[in-house]
T-cell receptor
Framework: GNSVTQMEGPVTLSEEAFLTINCTYT??????LFWYVQYPGEGLQLLLK?????DKGSNKGFEATYRKETTSFHLEKGSVQVSDSAVYFC??????????????FGTGTRLTIIP | GAGVSQSPSNKVTEKGKDVELRCDPI?????LYWYRQSLGQGLEFLIY????????KSGLPSDRFSAERTGGSVSTLTIQRTQQEDSAVYLC???????????????FGQGTRLTVV
C-alpha cells in the first residue's frame, strides 16, 4: 500500500533561517506528490505539487523536487518568515484509480518561526 | 461557490446521538472526498465520490458511518450512534478530476469539529 513518512516535529527556527522538512514515500503506482499547509485556525491549503519524477513544485518561496530514486519530496525554503508558522503535511495520490485521487498523508510537521 | 463550504463548523453532541455533516464542493467539481483529522490517527481518508456514486468507501471506519451525494454537488456524512472516539475534525475536499486523475490536487473546506460528550 501507499505510505508517507514525514519528519517529526515540532520544528522551531529563527526568522530568515533555512528550512528543510523531510518526506519520503512508498507507493505501488505512479503517484503525484503534494505539500499541504494548515495555518492556525484555517483549513488545509495546497502549497505545491509535482506529478512526475524530477518535477519541482514551488510556491511562496517553498520548493520540493520529486526524487524517484530516493522516493523523497523534501520541502525547502531559503529564508523563513514568522508568517510561515503552520503545520505542513506531505501527501501522495495515485493517479491510476480512474479519477480517485484520495490522498495519503504524513503525520504533519508543526513549524514555529520566532522573530 | 468560491471554495468548499462545510457546515456546521462546530458540533457538540451527546454519545449515542446521530449527526449529519454537510459539504458544498466547488461548483463543477465532480470528485468529492471526506477525510477525518484526529490527534491519534492524523489525516485519514474516509470516502470518495465521483458524481453521485461512491466507488471507494474503504476508509469508513464502521457501519455507523455513511455518506451520500445528490445532484453531483452537496454531500452529507452521517454518523449514527456517535461514540467518543468519533470526536475529530471532518474535512471535505473536492477536485475536478474525472476519468484519469490529473494530479492537480484537491481543495479543502474548513472542516467540522465534532465533539462527542
Amino acid at each position: 500500500g501507499n505510505s508517507v513518512t514525514q519528519m517529526e516535529g515540532p520544528v522551531t527556527l529563527s526568522e530568515e533561517a533555512f528550512l528543510t522538512i523531510n518526506c519520503t514515500y512508498t507507493a505501488t503506482g505512479y503517484p503525484s506528490l503534494f505539500w499541504y499547509v494548515q495555518y492556525p485556525g484555517e483549513g488545509l491549503q495546497l502549497l505545491l505539487k509535482a506529478t512526475k519524477a524530477d518535477d519541482k513544485g514551488s510556491n511562496k518561496g517553498f520548493e520540493a523536487t520529486y526524487r524517484k530514486e530516493t522516493t523523497s519530496f523534501h520541502l525547502e525554503k531559503g529564508s523563513v518568515q514568522v508568517s510561515d508558522s503552520a503545520v505542513y503535511f506531505c501527501a501522495l495520490s495515485d493517479l491510476s484509480n480512474f479519477g480517485n485521487e484520495k490522498l495519503t498523508f504524513g503525520t504533519g510537521t508543526r513549524l514555529t518561526i520566532i522573530p | 461557490g468560491a471554495g468548499v463550504s462545510q457546515s456546521p463548523s462546530n458540533k457538540v453532541t451527546e454519545k449515542g446521538k446521530d449527526v449529519e455533516l454537510r459539504c458544498d464542493p466547488i461548483s463543477g467539481h465532480t470528485a468529492l472526498y471526506w477525510y477525518r483529522q484526529s490527534l491519534g490517527q492524523g489525516l485519514e481518508f474516509l470516502i470518495y465520490f465521483q458524481g453521485n456514486s461512491a466507488p471507494d468507501k474503504s476508509g469508513l471506519p464502521s457501519d455507523r458511518f455513511s455518506a451520500e451525494r445528490t445532484g453531483g454537488s452537496v454531500s452529507t456524512l452521517t454518523i449514527q450512534r456517535t461514540q467518543q472516539e468519533d470526536s475529530a475534525v471532518y474535512l471535505c475536499a473536492s477536485s475536478s478530476s474525472r476519468v484519469r486523475g490529473d494530479g492537480m490536487g484537491a481543495f479543502f473546506g474548513q472542516g467540522t469539529r465534532l465533539t462527542v460528550v
